[in-house]
């Protein structure tokens, strides 16, 4: 009699954790104590900063001498652990990499110096429509924001025109990809067209680059706004598929809950992964990566389990090893004490700020 429930304990873990890493639960709003002391700090252009924040920023790190840091990858990170170095000085060497950057430098000097909003502005974002492509299990879990809620509340709020583009929550990447492809072609709006992805949105816009970006049709696409996307899988999965015996309880229990092993197990980190091979975006199509670069202390209840696991990594967002979250020639804005939830990017003020960025920056 025992064997058969040890079993079905064994399912039910593997299941619970291949999920966890997706799913959500009330505790995401939670935000930790950082400091007890008032967070009025500034350092270069980010304010508000609470004491540690500013110790840590002002700390000086000669991890990435010589190397730029588009080219940091988490094999350096990896390397730098082993020999002793802290997570944490890893993830503020990181954010400084980006922040002292000329171009990501530019970004964060334009939303400091945001002040008056004028009325030309308004007028300009009302020429675009904003396509969202949500993450996965985003009707299951509304809370995590994976839906496109918080962002088209504020749109909605500024009469930008916007609305989600209907994924399958856990469609795999050649169907919402096929899906994300036919909106385009279909679009017929006025409006130029910006494509904002969240989280799991931002692979199956990756793949539907693969799939259809070199197509006439894509030309409509004028801007990519990648909010931490898993470009490159996660280990996470990798973890949970790992051997033969994980995989065969998977694709039994799995099910069992309304999801599909296949569309979880596309998003392993490794090279038979279909998110390992690199995609070039069209020239036509600007692109900016939003890239939440947390410390320990700045990580919600909800990613810290899975924030902790991938630790031996180096700096992540609780979901996916920072350098997977950028798509190559694309511009980076390091938002500094954001996890993957990115409570701090649902401020309106930042995320219009950025928008506004996007729009500047959007060849017509």
């Known amino acids: 009699m025992c064997k058969p429930l040890l079993a079905r304990y064994i399912i039910l873990f593997l299941i619970t954790s291949s999920l966890s890493f997706c799913a959500s639960e009330a505790f995401i709003e939670y935000k930790p104590i950082l400091s007890s002391s008032p967070c009025n700090k500034t350092w270069k252009t980010l304010e508000n900063l609470c004491d540690e924040d500013l110790e840590d920023l002002t700390s000086s790190f000669d991890f990435w001498k010589g190397i730029e840091p588009e080219k940091i990858s988490s094999e350096h990170f990896k390397e730098l652990l082993r020999k002793g170095n802290s997570i944490d000085s890893l993830s503020v060497a990181y954010f400084q990499a980006w922040a002292n950057l000329p171009r990501s430098s530019a970004i964060l000097e334009f939303l400091k110096n945001r002040k008056k909003i004028d009325q030309q502005t308004i007028l300009e974002r009302k020429k675009y429509f904003v396509a969202i492509i949500p993450g996965m299990f985003y009707k299951d879990n509304p809370i995590t924001g994976a839906d496109g809620a918080p962002v088209r509340y504020i749109l909605d709020s500024q009469g930008v025109p916007n609305g989600n583009i209907p994924i ?117 199509m600007y692109v900016l990566n939003v890239l939440g670069i947390p410390m320990t202390r700045h990580i919600t209840f909800r990613g810290f389990p899975n924030y902790s696991e991938l630790a031996m990594y180096g700096p992540n967002d609780g979901l996916t090893l920072l350098p997977d979250a950028i798509q190559a020639g694309g511009d980076v804005f390091p938002l500094w004490a954001n996890d993957h939830y990115f409570l701090k990017f649902r401020d309106p003020s930042m995320f219009l700020g950025v928008l506004d960025w996007v729009i500047q920056n959007i060849k017509k």
């Open 168 to 284: 399958d929550q856990v469609g795999s990447l050649e169907e919402n990809s096929e899906q994300i492809c036919n909106f385009i072609k279909n679009y017929n709006r006025q409006e130029y067209l910006i494509l904002y992805s969240t989280s799991k949105g931002g692979s199956d816009f990756k793949y539907a680059v693969s799939k259809c970006g070199k197509e006439n049709y894509f030309s409509k696409v004028k801007a990519w706004l990648n909010v931490a996307g898993l470009l490159r899988g996660t280990p996470l999965m990798t973890h949970r598929t790992d051997s033969f015996i994980k995989r065969f309880f998977l694709r039994v229990g799995i099910p069992l809950y309304g999801y599909r092993f296949d569309s979880l197990y596309e998003l392993r980190k490794s090279e038979d992964s279909p998110l390992a091979t690199e995609v070039r975006t069209p020239s036509s």
